[in-house]
């Protein structure tokens, strides 16, 4: 794989200039598509410089139709593409409006490849933490990078495995040229595919282009309905359907638009080290699923799935955060004020063999701020100890009721 460095050649700012951060800060990878039919790292550059007032172009890699890849920063740079995630994130724009155009084969070749080596370069970043543009805080709205990144981390998977891709459509889905007469929620095929697209254009953001009918598209065809003056149902009729053929398409910012620079909330983003943890395919997993899992009660198993979710989205509505199931800075934060939730005290717990196990007792290693892998081993009898010899209790490394209820101030 061969990269043009262009760090030093493209236009950047006569005074301004791009903060810095160590490798280790960058948690996830951010792909890109410029919205544009075609352009290059100096348009680009020119016109984040000349237009938006940034430093200097806001990608650290842009990858042509031909498959060329051209490096524009250091990876340490952090520049602007996705707003309070800039800091934690490295991005890659891909020339292209995919809204309407596909990937060429080099350039998805290309792509895969540099995502592959920054993914060994960054032994903290794994597959699951490339994300589109769209899947960041706050990005919902914005039709970008417009491919289906369900099936983009699938085929890395299953490049890093050896095997081949899993994509994600059903079995159901329809390609060719057959057009149902009526396309609602649950639907997958070319017709739908053709929907999306055409809501697109006329910048009523259907979510990923990717032929699914799911509730994003089907949100978008009600708003299409609204503004239209068409009976609001979410079902693409023939009324619908010849609406969307005359209906006159809005003016939509190309490019990178300002809001992808941060805001001053981005000191809360940049001081959060923890994932940002959200619905994904292939499912995101880890301990730290499991913490929130048992803090909205969820089933603990780990995986990141549309149960859990579901739950985060609840979980935010009652905390009067953005109902996004996406746990950024302001959930995590919410969620650590209820660590406590949901675990009362049952019993005592003390070293013993074998260790004891439990939510209880993963309970008590959050609020002593140790490793909470929930098993009661010397560690934790230890921190136990500690805690009670701080408040004058029985030093025993036993905690029963007292020790439990002084614990969480009960």
Request: hydrophobic content about 35%; glycine content about 8%.
């Amino acid at each position: 794989m061969e990269i043009i460095d262009k760090r030093n050649e493209l236009p950047s700012h006569p005074t301004k200039t791009y903060r810095r951060r160590a490798l280790s800060a960058i948690k996830n990878i951010a792909i890109h598509h410029s919205a544009t039919t075609s352009g290059s790292a100096e348009s680009f550059a020119r016109y984040h410089v000349n237009e938006l007032d940034w430093p200097g172009i806001g990608y650290h890699f842009v990858i042509d139709k031909d498959g060329d890849i051209i490096q524009c920063h250091d990876l340490e740079v952090i520049s602007y593409h996705v707003g309070n995630s800039n800091s934690r994130a490295l991005g890659i724009c891909m020339v292209g409006d995919f809204r309407t155009q596909q990937l060429t084969d080099p350039q998805r070749k290309a792509t895969l490849n540099l995502i592959l080596d920054l993914v060994d370069q960054l032994e903290h970043v794994g597959i699951n933490d490339v994300w589109g543009h769209q899947e960041f805080p706050g990005y919902e709205w914005k039709p970008c990078p417009s491919v289906n990144m369900e099936n983009i981390r699938a085929e890395l998977l299953s490049i890093q495995k050896g095997g081949s891709p899993i994509y994600y459509r059903s079995p159901s889905y329809i390609s060719g040229r057959r057009k149902r007469t009526y396309l609602s929620i649950g639907d997958q095929g070319d017709d739908v595919l053709a929907l999306q697209e055409r809501l697109t254009e006329l910048n009523f953001k259907p979510g990923d282009v990717d032929g699914i009918f799911g509730k994003i598209t089907e949100d978008s065809v009600k708003r299409f309905q609204r503004a239209a003056s068409l009976n609001i149902d979410g079902v693409v009729g023939p009324l619908t359907r010849e609406a969307l053929k005359s209906y006159e398409a809005v003016s939509n910012i190309e490019l990178a638009s300002p809001t992808d620079e941060a805001d001053d909330q981005e000191s809360m983003y940049e001081m959060e080290s923890r994932r940002l943890l959200r619905l994904l395919r292939p499912y995101m997993r880890g301990d730290d699923i499991r913490n929130i899992q048992q803090k909205v009660g969820a089933v603990e198993d780990g995986i990141y799935g549309p149960s859990t979710a579901e739950l985060v989205r609840e979980f935010q509505r009652k905390n009067n955060l953005v109902s996004d199931g996406i746990v950024g800075p302001r959930t995590w934060q919410a969620l650590d004020r209820t660590s406590t939730r949901g675990v009362p005290y049952s019993r005592l717990l003390f070293l013993n063999n074998p260790y004891m196990q439990g939510r209880d007792v993963k309970r008590i290693q959050e609020a002593l701020t140790i490793t909470a892998d929930g098993i009661y081993g010397p560690l934790t009898d230890q921190a136990v100890k500690s805690f009670q010899r701080r408040e004058r209790l029985n030093v025993d490394g036993i905690v029963g009721e007292r020790t439990w209820n002084r614990l969480f101030q009960a």
